[in-house]
């Protein structure tokens, strides 16, 4: 049925894409249809890649023909609409595209285009995954998967660095990035904006760093859950932003990129047993998400009902029990 499913969505994706230069967006979006892998082409064709490659769709689409003029468009929209034009953004600027566009059809160009894109990050002073340096950091770990080229990295390793050196602590046992975002310095906890989502690149790019600089962030960052971490009859949560003044404020929103389902699908990678309370509130996390229900925004990732079925699909890898995969394979929660 799931399949189904899918294969509908993508046969009528393709039939638009085949007949009309831009894709209609989603009537709940606020925001028009764009290029960008946020919710805009790069993402549409990425996913049909994907799901090409895994042979979950029976389809002989080349999402080739379309990355040119997807990456020409973006590249012109972006400086006009972007609060950080100066930035390389994952989500919202040329670098995913440039990705795929050198996975299907690797060449000395391209990768020199997606290095320089990297670079601007550099000194820029934005440090989150949506706008700034934790996306630069993802396309530069894919692109040493791909390639095995030392250049790339380096240039992980660098943006590590500078990102580590600005991870200071909060008190004695927290220890967060001072997010520079939308005109004001906050402490944003989530996976798209804070704190989960400066771990995100250096979880992904774990074989990068060395044993003890792994540990070391291991160890500050499930520290810093477990402190940030709004606990109530055996559920947990976590703010949008976190405020020292009022630490055990509670948090209204329970989804992907504010609340526990990010938390939980962002940092279940990080080492399982080394810290009991870390593990057992990333499951209270997981229960807050699946007693809440299902979202009223859509079926979406960032805030919709498939951002918190990843959180299930995480814990289950994460802990092998039986009851998270249920629970996101079941068709409404409860």
């Given at each position: 049925?799931?399949?189904?499913?899918?294969?509908?969505?993508?046969?009528?994706?393709?039939?638009q894409l085949?007949?009309?230069?831009?894709?209609?967006?989603?009537?709940?979006d606020?925001?028009a249809?764009?290029?960008?892998?946020?919710?805009?082409?790069?993402?549409?064709?990425?996913?049909?890649?994907?799901?090409?490659?895994?042979?979950?769709?029976?389809?002989?689409?080349?999402?080739t023909?379309?990355l040119d003029?997807?990456?020409?468009?973006?590249r012109?929209?972006?400086?006009?609409?972007?609060?950080?034009?100066?930035?390389?953004?994952?989500?919202?600027?040329?670098?995913?595209?440039?990705?795929?566009?050198?996975k299907?059809?690797?060449?000395?160009?391209?990768?020199?285009?997606?290095?320089?894109?990297?670079?601007?990050?550099?000194?820029?002073?934005?440090?989150?995954?949506?706008?700034?340096?934790?996306?630069?950091?993802?396309?530069?770990?894919?692109?040493?998967?791909?390639?095995?080229?030392?250049?790339?990295?380096?240039?992980?390793?660098?943006?590590?660095?500078?990102?580590?050196?600005?991870?200071?602590?909060?008190g004695?046992?927290?220890y967060?990035?001072?997010?520079?975002?939308?005109?004001?310095?906050?402490?944003?906890?989530?996976?798209?904006?804070?704190?989960?989502?400066?771990?995100?690149?250096?979880?992904?790019?774990?074989?990068?760093?060395?044993?003890?600089?792994?540990?070391?962030?291991?160890?500050?960052?499930?520290?810093?859950?477990?402190?940030?971490?709004?606990?109530?009859?055996?559920?947990?949560?976590?703010?949008?932003?976190?405020?020292?003044?009022?630490?055990?404020?509670?948090?209204?929103?329970?989804?992907?990129?504010?609340g526990?389902?990010?938390?939980?699908?962002?940092?279940?990678?990080?080492?399982?047993?080394?810290?009991?309370?870390?593990?057992?509130i990333l499951?209270?996390?997981?229960?807050?998400?699946?007693?809440?229900?299902?979202?009223?925004?859509?079926s979406?990732?960032?805030?919709?009902?498939?951002?918190?079925?990843?959180?299930?699909?995480?814990?289950?890898?994460?802990?092998?029990?039986?009851?998270?995969?249920?629970?996101?394979?079941?068709?409404?929660?409860?």
């Amino acid at each position: 049925m799931v399949q189904e499913a899918i294969c509908a969505i993508v046969h009528e994706t393709i039939t638009q894409l085949q007949t009309v230069p831009l894709l209609t967006g989603h009537p709940m979006d606020d925001q028009a249809f764009g290029s960008d892998l946020y919710f805009g082409k790069a993402g549409v064709l990425w996913a049909i890649h994907y799901l090409q490659t895994v042979g979950a769709i029976d389809s002989t689409i080349d999402v080739t023909t379309h990355l040119d003029e997807t990456l020409e468009r973006n590249r012109q929209r972006y400086p006009k609409v972007s609060p950080y034009p100066e930035q390389s953004s994952y989500l919202f600027g040329e670098l995913p595209l440039l990705l795929l566009q050198y996975k299907l059809s690797p060449s000395e160009d391209k990768a020199n285009q997606i290095l320089h894109s990297i670079h601007k990050n550099g000194s820029q002073p934005i440090r989150e995954l949506m706008w700034g340096m934790a996306g630069s950091m993802l396309a530069a770990y894919f692109m040493y998967q791909w390639t095995q080229e030392s250049r790339w990295q380096e240039v992980f390793k660098l943006q590590a660095s500078l990102l580590l050196q600005e991870w200071q602590p909060v008190g004695e046992v927290v220890y967060l990035w001072t997010i520079d975002l939308y005109g004001s310095q906050q402490q944003w906890l989530g996976p798209v904006h804070g704190f989960a989502s400066n771990l995100t690149p250096l979880l992904v790019g774990q074989s990068l760093l060395t044993d003890k600089e792994f540990q070391d962030i291991s160890t500050k960052a499930m520290m810093t859950v477990v402190q940030t971490a709004v606990t109530e009859n055996e559920k947990a949560n976590w703010s949008a932003v976190y405020d020292k003044a009022h630490p055990r404020q509670t948090p209204n929103l329970v989804q992907y990129c504010h609340g526990a389902p990010g938390m939980v699908t962002a940092l279940a990678t990080l080492p399982r047993g080394s810290n009991e309370q870390f593990d057992r509130i990333l499951e209270q996390g997981g229960e807050l998400t699946w007693q809440a229900g299902p979202l009223k925004k859509g079926s979406n990732l960032c805030h919709g009902t498939g951002g918190n079925g990843y959180a299930f699909l995480k814990l289950f890898t994460r802990t092998g029990n039986q009851i998270w995969l249920d629970r996101a394979s079941t068709r409404r929660h409860k």
